[in-house]
């Protein structure tokens, strides 16, 4: 199993980026995926996730209505687009399989950072 996160970057408050990561080694579409992010000296939190067909989605409190998580399952991709950034919202970011718990070894990341 293997997540490439991809997307991340400087953004000023307010700013907006788009997160993608690729996912292989397993049946993408059979399962939910979700979005984890870590800043630094904090642990790692749930983000958002979504189920297999992306009819549902849950988010974290610290999120909710700027973030908006999906999938493609013909690319294997999920997505989190994130507008309205915030200073909190610096961390690396990433994916993993699973819909209320990570199943996998963690990816590289990819790193948000976000200055004013």
């Known amino acids: 199993v293997r997540f490439v996160e991809s997307g991340g970057g400087l953004v000023q408050p307010g700013g907006s980026l788009r997160l993608s990561c690729a996912a292989s080694?397993?049946?993408?579409?059979?399962?939910?995926m979700s979005w984890y992010r870590q800043a630094p000296g904090k642990e790692r939190e749930l983000v958002a996730g979504?189920?297999?067909?992306?009819?549902?989605?849950k988010y974290a409190m610290s999120v909710e209505g700027r973030f908006t998580i999906s999938r493609d399952n013909g690319k294997n991709t999920v997505y989190l687009q994130m507008n309205g950034l915030k200073l909190e919202d610096t961390a690396m970011y990433y994916c993993?399989?699973?819909?209320?718990?990570?199943?996998?070894?963690w990816g590289q990341g990819t790193l948000v950072i976000v200055f004013s």
């Open positions: 979504i189920t297999t067909d992306g009819s549902s989605q």
């Open positions: 080694g397993f049946i993408f579409s059979g399962y939910g």
């Open positions: 993993n399989r699973g819909y209320t718990r990570a199943l996998e070894d």
